[in-house]
């Protein structure tokens, strides 16, 4: 199989070194023949090619069987007013790769989730899995200047809500069979659309499957008070991107959140959900599991490698247990980005 | 001064009891003359006119020196494809009188902030003030759909965003001089005109305000880890709709928080920020101390009665010090709406 990897900005990098040698290691072990092709992306293809997704990224990434992705931006290219952008290359990407469903499970891990704002006693049994849809709304709506005023579109189309919703059903099913499906449908047309599609592709197609639907501010409450309470979390692109870093405090650190964007066909996308943290860029002290735990998705939901995928989480699993851990989750003692990778890997 | 009282749904009625005996309280204990005229909105005034802001209660609170309203919505108007709905009265009243800017606190009380899901060392020293946009955005852009496709405009003016600004740096600076400006600028128009204007206007205008840029995602993060740091959180109408529920859990619970919304000239809109909470209502247990500090908002911010408005939070503050805390906040011994309402007008 072939893997596009794309390091990116800021401690992209130096994450992706990790994520390279636990590909290579699980192809020796596991007996694979992985080729792994590096392409541009984000600030570093601005620089190279005044372009943040150049045409040959594309067709790497489009002869590739998964995608995985560092991260993007930083403070050199983070003027909002700039004709490119880093985002912008992200944002092409996951559209060219048709990937509408963004799946982003949070599962407190012990020894992480001590360092959770959140206390204790609240974190026991939360076992979420984010289904954000990724390609469609107020991302991909018509931006535009009349004078003194901005203009953003959001826009949902039925079939565009049926197709995640499928996604998020499949998935709620291998799971405890529960969604919480989240809009502002007391505000917004396309939450109506959205509640009322929801609605009918479950009773319809996956009658098996519990739903309820739940206003975005009631849940960015609940997400703190009750997190338990809730298994598949459905929503759609602002809000998820909102409520899933909202929700990474609950396993401590978004040093380990892993996601995996899916779409019909084509390759797979996975990223760690941190961005590329430029304050602690090329020191060597980023926390590479959520990239490490993206290998691992990847794996699963691209390669169809469900053992190896799990053997990767195992190790990621027991690295944090025998405490190797890097600087944003322990003042004490704390290992390197090179080295938490090469605990991994062994 | 003439104050018009809106009780709406749920537990509105209840809570509105309370702030009615306060302000009578109050009238006689600093020797003043309120008038309260009472109107209906939302569900109430569905049922009774068939329109959730009828003009007799538009007439009553353009009259007034300012509203009180409790809550609305519930199960009985709930569906989101109804023709009216009790929300629509509520943001036509928003729009009708003008109050673009939304003021919510957010400072724990010790008592009340045990019963926060943060581990309590994180909650030292939090004092917040949201300045929410509250009449513009996409809230109040274009709505419709087009055959199986939905659409939501979201709109700013350059204009819109002056004002709240100017709201927002005055208020700064009877604070700590600080402004964090939220939005979501990598990837929306609208936040890329607010992040200009309000860099302009604090320039130009404020340069003694520190100001600072966080992306709506990072700080639905930041609120958890680090929530001491912020003072003045200056945003637009939807991001500040989510943060604001988001961090009533710093408080403890929803059931303290008050809100008041600001315009220039007219009158202004004070209101608990917890919905109607249909499934306590009617049952005399509803947490009344969000709307009495409403209350204190009120005689403060349209009254011009500062020392008023301290007695009355000085009264909760004294009231949760001694425990007399409804089921919102105490398994044992919680009093009744009704007794915690006594206990503040005593
Ligand atoms: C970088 C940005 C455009 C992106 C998003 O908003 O989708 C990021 O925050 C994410 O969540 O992947
Ligand atoms: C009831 C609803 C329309 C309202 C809003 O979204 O503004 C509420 O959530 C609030 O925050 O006051």
Redesign the interface.
């Known amino acids: 199989s072939t893997i596009a990897l794309l390091p990116g900005d800021g401690i992209g990098p130096e994450v992706c070194v990790q994520a390279r040698a636990l590909i290579d290691a699980v192809a020796t072990r596991f007996n694979h023949d992985f080729a792994i092709e590096e392409a541009l992306i984000g600030g570093a293809a601005i620089d190279a090619h005044a372009d943040p997704l150049p045409p040959a990224t594309v067709a790497v990434c489009e002869r590739a069987d998964a995608v995985l992705l560092g991260a993007v ?1 930083g403070p050199k290219w983070s003027d ?2 700039a004709r490119v ?1 880093p ?1 912008q290359g992200l ?1 092409k990407l996951r559209a060219t790769l048709g990937v509408f469903a963004n799946l982003r499970p949070v599962k407190p891990h012990p020894v992480a989730a001590k360092y959770s ?3 204790p006693k ?1 974190l026991n049994g939360v076992d979420l899995l984010f289904v954000r849809e990724l390609t469609g709304g ?2 991909f ?1 018509e ?3 009349e004078g ?12 565009e809500v049926e197709r995640v919703t499928r996604k998020a059903a499949l998935l709620a099913r291998g799971r405890s069979g529960k969604i919480t499906h989240v809009d ?10 959205w ?2 599609t929801v609605t009918r592709v479950l009773r319809d197609e996956f009658p098996d499957i519990a739903l309820e639907h739940v206003l ?3 849940m ?2 609940h997400l ?2 009750k997190p338990a309470e809730f298994d598949v979390i459905l929503t759609e692109n ?2 998820g ?6 929700a ?2 609950l396993g401590g650190s ?1 040093g380990l959140l892993p996601s995996a964007s899916l779409g019909d066909g084509k390759a797979g996308l996975y990223e760690p959900i941190h ?1 590329s943290a430029p304050d602690i860029a090329g020191r060597g002290i980023a926390n590479p599991y959520a990239t490490l735990l993206s290998v691992a998705l990847l794996l699963r939901h691209s390669l169809g490698l469900d053992r190896e995928a799990v053997a990767v989480e195992a190790a990621v699993s027991d690295a944090l247990d025998a405490r190797v851990l890097t600087r944003d989750l322990t003042r004490r003692n704390a290992v390197s980005t090179a080295e938490a990778g090469a605990w991994v890997v062994r």
Chains 1, 2 share one sequence.
Do not use: H
């Open positions: 931006g909002p007013n952008r985002e944002l704002p959140l206390k609240l107020v991302y709506g931006k535009r200047r003194d005023v901005a203009f953003d579109a959001c826009r949902y189309s039925v079939q502002k449908a007391n505000v917004l047309e396309t939450s109506r659309l509640r009322s975005v501010d009631a960015a409450m703190l008070t602002l809000f991107d909102i409520l899933t870093d909202e990474s405090v978004m961005g």
